[in-house]
């Protein structure tokens, strides 16, 4: 499925509701205040708006009968109208308001996104009043039901130049419990397939967060399900929500990066694109309005650098009607969300998104940047495949080091990694033998292996590693490792400090030793295998950050990742050196052009020398008004960012 499934510009937009009413846009319909508020929002910069038909608005079917000796289902508002005349029991008023919001989106030049069955929503469940205990997942009456609501929207509109794709909720994993990984897949089969059966057009989009890498019982909810599924993947990457993502200052790198990060997550594991479909800073008591902008401005230029499909803000606007529920639950949810306040003053983050559509528009979606890493998530197991923290700071540290990478199953084809990362190894069942035999046959074959030890077991230590003598220890307190003399000027004088629970003692090795702990002993080692290498560090230091308030601060483990980037041949046209907190991306057009984006992550002005094989001839400024410079020094160039300032380059050699 390539990336243009939902059109060819990269989406910009929100999530909608009326501000005057909520989650009651469709009982309380007003057509003149979402015509004036899609004018807004187009004024913005925006091309697109999701939407959330209420399930119970638009199917508000009754039961009536004797028991359970029979039953007729007719409509809750008018019980003269039953499933004979109206087989989907859809309340026809509701689809006449749906089609004059189509039309006013239309007016504006705004495409939809359309949450079909929305009954989850700001912390609260809007439920189908008919439900009656049922299992929305499972029973057979409730699959009825919600097949022949999507269908029939799917039919309705399936020639629509306005909708760009159906989801089957807000959230859907929200709102009740899923008993089994089965009843998920054939949940999400079902209703995708009846989509499908009735539109051809359009497509499916999860709308879904949360999402673990594998489906069980316990998380049925999993990317490989969803992507049997689903044409398109959503993250909803809100740092409060999320463990291991609000460690730092929001407007810090790694909190920045958890929006990119998520959605390379799921696209790589799914095979399928992904769109960053709800992001926010969640209030002024969050972050103020003024870094707000510094916050969303980042993000946007991320996730349009690393291939995600679009950046929808939560939400369009603030709300007037706070003291109505949702809203009166959750003091969060009247704290300025939206990027315009009710008296239709646009935020800074609201300009944000304004100056960065004219950015958009000068360039074509930018060709994919070429992953030579491998993060490799763990085989299916208990407590393992849901240790997303650490993978996360596997994808931070790579990014510090001007490492593109992709995420990959075991089970996934690791040909075309030059760098396989296998990070913070603990427990008893990381890989299964087969996957971890498959790694070592790429090894064996010429990529560069690095594992990082948090207390877990691998085979085949003394073969690959050359870890001739080992013995799992309980860490001594006061541990530091501190980088050999002799190595390469990317580990010259590092020190890792270490707090982790179990270490392995290198009594004896064939490798060569990189760090030494305070003890004497060996922490990191290199050791050749077959045609590639394989680097063993005894400190997990992935999961390690992920234990760490402020971890990226004073801080230098990004250089192991600059290291294993050198060892692993890894280069790139365009580099920067020493630069941990500019994030960088290569997108080649050809061997005579391309574009450079940088990205800082500080609050202070950065100047940077590039380095590359070939200077290139010329580096342009695409997005004027942004504060980016390139100038020549000497032979090369050097480009200069304001603070939390992006650039995007065009090179030519």
């Not at 060819?8 to 004036?36: K, Q, T």
């Not at 499933?83 to 004059?100: G, L, Q, V, W, Y």
């Not at 039901?145 to 309705?156: E, I, N, P, S, V």
Request: net charge neutral; hydrophobic share 40%.
């Amino acid at each position: 499925m390539s990336n243009d499934i939902l059109g060819n510009s990269f989406l910009l937009g929100v999530n909608y509701w009326p501000r005057h009413r909520g989650p009651r846009m469709w009982s309380e319909f007003n057509a003149d205040e979402i015509d004036g508020e899609f004018a807004e929002i187009k004024a913005m910069g925006m091309n697109t708006v999701r939407i959330f038909p209420v399930w119970d608005d638009f199917q508000p079917l009754k039961e009536v009968g004797v028991g359970d000796k029979w039953r007729e289902i007719v409509m809750r508002n008018d019980e003269m109208t039953s499933s004979i005349e109206n087989p989907a029991m859809i309340d026809e008023k509701m689809m006449k308001h749906f089609d004059t919001v189509l039309a006013l989106a239309d007016k504006h030049g705004l495409k939809l996104i359309v949450a079909l069955m929305t009954g989850w929503m700001s912390g609260m469940l809007f439920d189908v009043s008919w439900r009656k205990n049922r299992n929305i997942y499972t029973d057979p009456f409730m699959m009825k039901w919600q097949l022949l609501y999507c269908g029939t929207f799917a039919k309705r509109y399936s020639d629509s130049k306005t909708i760009i794709g159906w989801e089957y909720g807000n959230e859907h994993n929200c709102f009740m419990h899923c008993p089994t990984g089965e009843s998920a897949w054939t949940w999400l089969r079902s209703i995708a397939n009846e989509i499908r059966v009735n539109d051809r057009n359009h497509p499916v989009v999860s709308g879904m967060h949360s999402l673990t890498p594998y489906a069980t019982d316990g998380t049925p909810w999993g990317i490989d399900a969803t992507a049997d599924s689903a044409d398109v993947f959503t993250v909803h990457p809100y740092p409060p929500f999320t463990p291991g993502t609000f460690m730092d200052s929001l407007n810090s790198m790694r909190p920045n990066l958890h929006a990119t990060a998520e959605s390379r997550f799921y696209a790589s594991l799914g095979k399928k694109p992904c769109l960053c479909e709800e992001t926010g800073t969640l209030g002024d008591t969050n972050l103020s309005e003024l870094s707000s902008a510094d916050f969303i401005r980042r993000r946007l230029f991320s996730l349009f650098a690393n291939g995600d499909l679009g950046c929808i803000w939560w939400c369009g606007v603030d709300f007037s009607c706070g003291e109505k529920l949702p809203y009166r639950w959750v003091q969060m949810e009247n704290d300025g969300l939206g990027l315009i306040d009710v008296n239709k003053r646009v935020k800074p983050a609201g300009q944000e998104f304004k100056k960065f559509s004219a950015v958009t528009a000068k360039l074509p979606k930018l060709p994919d940047t070429k992953k030579r890493a491998a993060i490799v998530i763990r085989d299916r197991e208990i407590g393992g495949g849901e240790k997303w923290t650490l993978f996360y700071n596997a994808y931070v540290l790579c990014k510090q080091a001007g490492i593109e990478a992709d995420f990959v199953y075991p089970h996934d084809s690791l040909d075309n990694y030059d760098l396989i990362i296998c990070p913070s190894i603990a427990g008893h069942s990381n890989y299964f033998a087969t996957s971890w035999n498959r790694i070592m046959k790429r090894v064996a074959n010429g990529a560069t292996l690095f594992l990082s030890y948090d207390g877990g077991h691998f085979t085949r230590s003394a073969e690959v590693f050359g870890l001739t003598r080992t013995d799992r220890e309980p860490m001594k307190p006061g541990m530091t490792a501190k980088a050999e003399s002799s190595v390469p000027k990317s580990l010259k004088d590092l020190t890792l400090t270490v707090k982790q629970e179990w270490n392995l003692n290198l009594r004896d090795t064939s490798g060569t030793v990189l760090m030494r702990w305070n003890d004497g002993t060996p922490a990191m080692t290199e050791h050749a295998f077959g045609k590639g290498k394989a680097i063993f560090l005894g400190v997990g230091i992935e999961a390690q950050r992920g234990r760490t308030n402020y971890a990226l601060e004073n801080d230098s483990v990004w250089r192991v990742y600059d290291f294993l980037r050198t060892t692993a041949g890894i280069t790139e046209k365009i580099e920067l050196a020493d630069a941990p907190f500019i994030e960088r991306t290569y997108h080649a057009v050809s061997d005579k052009e391309g574009y450079f984006t940088v990205i800082n992550h500080t609050d202070k002005d950065i100047s940077v020398s590039i380095t590359a094989e070939k200077s290139p001839t010329a580096l342009t400024v695409i997005n004027d008004g942004y504060g980016a410079k390139a100038e020549k020094s000497g032979p090369s160039w050097k480009i200069s960012l304001p603070a939390f300032g992006c650039g995007i380059f065009k090179a030519a050699w």
